[in-house]
């Protein structure tokens, strides 16, 4: 009895390996293709479905290698805007069929690791579901209008150092001029979010000119590190209802204020986030001042010994930050525009 049981394990185990062997792929992906409506996916989220065409804008760029003179191309390509709209579930992604475009590409698929947080959960496999997490004891720390040729390699090192990840909100000018030190940020295991090209106030400058600024830094990015970026941050925290829908990228905006560009001094920084800071939240400083900058260590130290985790903002925010909306936190979202 007992012998039998364990040949019966034995045999299974060998049509699993063989299995796996065959298709190179994990136990639980489906391997059958299944046709599902962008309603069905999104729970008919307009926010949800806003960020798959911007994965499937990520995914058209990296399928055919583009080069980042064609990121204002991709803008342009017709994708899916109606909830009845189709894409096929298979078990390398989400494969959608495209209208004709520029890029000549008629379908693409998505990988489902992209997807995280976007789609519903049912609909992806196992591994790339969002789980909860208890944000209590986490913190997020952002560093804006870099990268600064001297100030973010040093940065980068002391984040090393600790073992902690940031985020970068980059102006597409410093990127484009400071490349390099782009993909040391990524290489580094840090994110990187978009802060405009030179820091207007979208406030003041109407949508057009707004989106202008995001696409023409998304393409510096893009082509700086083959990655366009999740995230924007408005220079000032300023945007506008409408700018914040056209662009498509979730918002991220802050919850503590180093007021670091105010103070330029070292210990008055430390003690300003140190003051105000409690678990989920997001903490604004600036990778350009080197008070901030020599401030970075001890901060990082003084969180750790209070118990926080140092992520980045897609760890805060547990990959489900969508566009249209702003976060300040882990707990606080908005519309975009309030
Ligand atoms: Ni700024």
């Given at each position: 009895?007992?012998?039998?049981r ?9 049509v699993l ?47 055919t290698?583009?080069?980042?003179s064609?990121?204002?191309?991709v ?24 209208l ?23 609909y ?15 913190v ?26 940031a ?15 782009a ?5 580094g ?86 003051k ?63």
């Amino acid at each position: 009895m007992q012998s039998g049981r364990w040949r019966q394990v034995g045999l299974v185990v060998a049509v699993l390996a063989l299995v796996l062997g065959m298709g190179g792929l994990p136990a639980q992906a489906k391997t059958t293709n299944k046709t599902v409506t962008f309603g069905q996916l999104t729970n008919k989220n307009t926010h949800r479905l806003a960020a798959i065409r911007q994965a499937a804008r990520q995914q058209i760029l990296k399928q055919t290698h583009a080069k980042g003179s064609k990121v204002a191309a991709v803008y342009k390509v017709k994708l899916p805007k109606h909830m009845t709209k189709k894409a096929t579930l298979t078990p390398k992604g989400l494969r959608m069929n495209l209208l004709s475009n520029s890029f000549k590409v008629k379908q693409i698929t998505i990988p489902y690791t992209q997807l995280k947080g976007k789609v519903l959960n049912r609909y992806l496999p196992k591994a790339n579901r969002t789980k909860a997490v208890k944000t209590n004891k986490m913190v997020a720390l952002t560093f804006d209008d870099g990268p600064d040729k001297t100030l973010t390699p040093r940065l980068l090192k002391t984040l090393k150092k600790y073992k902690v990840h940031a985020t970068f909100f980059e102006t597409g000018q410093n990127v484009s001029r400071n490349p390099k030190i782009a993909r040391a940020v990524l290489a580094g295991g840090n994110e990187i979010g978009n802060h405009s090209w030179n820091h207007p106030d979208f406030n003041s400058i109407g949508t057009a000119k707004t989106v202008s600024q995001i696409t023409r830094t998304n393409r510096a990015i893009y082509q700086a590190t083959g990655i366009l970026p999740q995230y924007v941050r408005p220079p000032y925290g300023n945007i506008t209802a409408a700018e914040g829908r056209a662009i498509e990228q979730p918002i991220v905006r802050w919850s503590v204020d180093s007021r670091d560009w105010a103070y330029l001094n070292k210990t008055k920084d430390i003690n300003e986030v140190m003051k105000d800071t409690r678990g989920g939240d997001i903490i604004l400083m600036h990778d350009i001042h080197s008070q901030s900058v020599a401030a970075a260590p001890t901060i990082i130290k003084r969180l750790k010994a209070k118990g926080y985790k140092l992520v980045t903002v897609s760890q805060l925010l547990n990959h489900q930050a969508l566009p249209g909306l702003q976060y300040f936190g882990a707990h606080d979202y908005r519309t975009a525009g309030k």
